[in-house]
């Protein structure tokens, strides 16, 4: 990696998966909050673990609607690009019969990806690389889709993202994107959110210029449609269960709090108030390589 990339590596990581005040690594404390959970760390359901392997606006609703409307089918080959703990990577799996490897730069969230996808039995259709999304170390043409949501606005160099989402492409392939980007409302972002403490690590750019990299990239627009009035809602909503009104057996399950810290509930309030005030915009779409 070059030093630039390992720069963005470490921020990436620090902000993500940071290890707590004991020195406790992610996978360690995940496995204990499930222990406490009354779940055993090696066997667990997709529903026990949702609380964690989905780290997007709209969870798995979002995931299962940008699926639909890219129509992931049965032994189609995804590269799911920003996998974080592969909760979508596992979801194309077990619901669309995809076979799919996951990359993300964080390597905390690598290391819980593949030991949640062992303990929930998608280990055989999933596997998880620690790696740059510019350099992804797979041959060229050997994706039929390449699915990412919520990772670009972590990537300042976009472009060379998007080439090499061309290269490993098949010809006539999709990429199928869930993407926040930026709003017409140009004040400063209410910070922190969950991608960024600081605009360190924030690489957010309007609807406009990413869809102008795409086609410079060598992507055709299929469907694009701004999905932020259902992101808000379900923003909204998270922020009442957060509040406590959430039922017990789901408050004793690990959720994101693990994962970000303990300011979480403080950075969904503040995505959901981003949201609102039309600082930043959610996008879903799909594009297909030329």
């Not at 720069?7 to 996978?27: E, F, I, K, T, W």
């Not at 929930?120 to 259709?125: A, C, I, M, V």
Request: hydrophobic share 45%; charged share 25%.
């Amino acid at each position: 990696m070059s030093d630039a990339t390992l720069d963005l590596s470490r921020r990436l990581n620090d902000h993500y998966a940071a290890p707590d005040s004991a020195g406790s690594g992610l996978v360690a404390r995940l496995r204990d909050a499930f222990r406490q959970a009354g779940q055993d760390p090696e066997r667990l359901s997709l529903d026990a673990v949702a609380g964690i392997d989905q780290l997007h606006l709209g969870g798995r609703t979002a995931s299962r609607s940008l699926a639909t409307l890219g129509g992931v089918s049965p032994g189609e080959r995804v590269l799911d690009v920003g996998c974080g703990t592969g909760g979508a990577s596992r979801l194309l799996a077990a619901e669309y019969g995809a076979t799919v490897t996951g990359v993300d730069i964080t390597t905390a969230f690598v290391e819980v990806a593949g030991w949640l996808s062992a303990a929930t039995g998608f280990d055989e259709r999933t596997r998880f690389l620690c790696t740059d999304a510019a350099a992804v170390p797979l041959p060229d043409g050997s994706v039929d889709v390449v699915w990412c949501q919520h990772a670009l606005m972590n990537m300042p160099q976009v472009p060379r993202v998007l080439a090499e989402w061309r290269r490993l492409l098949v010809p006539g392939g999709r990429v199928l994107l869930h993407e926040v980007v930026a709003g017409d409302n140009a004040e400063p972002l209410a910070l922190p959110v969950p991608w960024a403490r600081s605009e360190a690590t924030s690489h957010l750019r309007r609807r406009e210029s990413l869809e102008r990299c795409l086609v410079l990239a060598g992507f055709a627009a299929e469907q694009v449609r701004d999905v932020t009035e259902a992101a808000l809602a379900w923003r909204q909503s998270r922020s009442d269960r957060e509040r406590g009104a959430a039922p017990a057996a789901a408050q004793n399950l690990p959720g994101p709090a693990l994962l970000f810290g303990d300011d979480f509930p403080l950075m969904g309030r503040n995505l959901r108030d981003n949201l609102a005030a039309g600082k930043v915009r959610i996008l879903e779409g799909v594009w297909q390589r030329r």
